[in-house]
T-cell receptor
Framework: NAGVTQTPKFQVLKTGQSMTLQCAQD?????MSWYRQDPGMGLRLIHY???????DQGEVPNGYNVSRSTTEDFPLRLLSAAPSQTSVYFC??????????????FGPGTRLTVL | AQTVTQSQPEMSVQEAETVTLSCTYD???????LFWYKQPPSRQMILVIR??????QNATENRFSVNFQKAAKSFSLKISDSQLGDTAMYFC???????????FGKGTHLIIQP
């Protein structure tokens, strides 16, 4: 049981490049989400999904796309990276029945730098 | 919209001392949960303790306890007998705004001095 995995751990991009941050979980959790963590800002929700085929926007969705074709995977796409997207990105998951009442399971994070 | 406020950017105490981290929140929800997460230098987010708003009894997990004041919308974390391994960022978070996950405070960097 690997929990929540994220790849890559580190990435450097140039402005305008595109990339996909991968997130996978093997706990059969319906709920998955993406957060970004900036210095002095805490974690802010980008997008979330309550099941395969269903996604919705969080607090800071601009510049990011997501899709959920399977229960296990929830990739985050940056179509045209900007320096303002330099951040640490966390993926999290939980059972849908406890998304509001219990802990979410966080991945180890991806540190992204956009030059 | 929910807000979570942590007013102490950084705190430093000696090993074995007791330290209290402050958190206030604002929500219009009737039922919600409050959490404290620890983030050590490894970046891993680790749940420390959680509190259901409907429960008046303060949650306790070993050396960690909370002081939950619902009317004041306050949710402080007390760490007793602090240890060097407690050095980390601590985030207060709340749910209750629908399925859109957690609202986090900006964090408190706690340093335990030997």
């Amino acid at each position: 049981n690997a929990g929540v995995t994220q790849t890559p751990k580190f990435q450097v991009l140039k402005t305008g490049q595109s990339m996909t941050l991968q997130c996978a979980q093997d706990m059969n959790h319906e709920y998955m989400s993406w957060y970004r963590q900036d210095p002095g800002m805490g974690l802010r929700l980008i997008h979330y999904s309550v099941g395969a085929g269903i996604t919705d926007q969080g607090e800071v969705p601009n510049g990011y796309n997501v899709s959920r074709s399977t229960t296990e995977d929830f990739p985050l796409r940056l179509l045209s990276a900007a320096p303002s997207q330099t951040s640490v990105y966390f993926c999290a998951s939980s059972p849908l029945t406890s998304v509001l009442t219990d802990t979410q399971y966080f991945g180890p994070g991806t540190r992204l730098t956009v030059l | 919209a929910q807000t979570v406020t942590q007013s102490q950017p950084e705190m430093s105490v000696q090993e074995a001392e007791t330290v209290t981290l402050s958190c206030t929140y604002d929500t219009s929800e009737n039922n919600y949960y409050l959490f404290w997460y620890k983030q050590p230098p490894s970046r891993q987010m680790i749940l420390v303790i959680r509190q259901e708003a409907y429960k008046q009894q303060n949650a306790t997990e070993n050396r960690f306890s909370v002081n939950f004041q619902k009317a004041a919308k306050s949710f402080s974390l007390k760490i007793s007998d602090s240890q060097l391994g407690d050095t980390a960022m601590y985030f207060c978070a709340s749910t209750g705004g629908g399925a859109d996950g957690l609202t986090f405070g900006k964090g408190t960097h706690l340093i335990i001095q030997p």
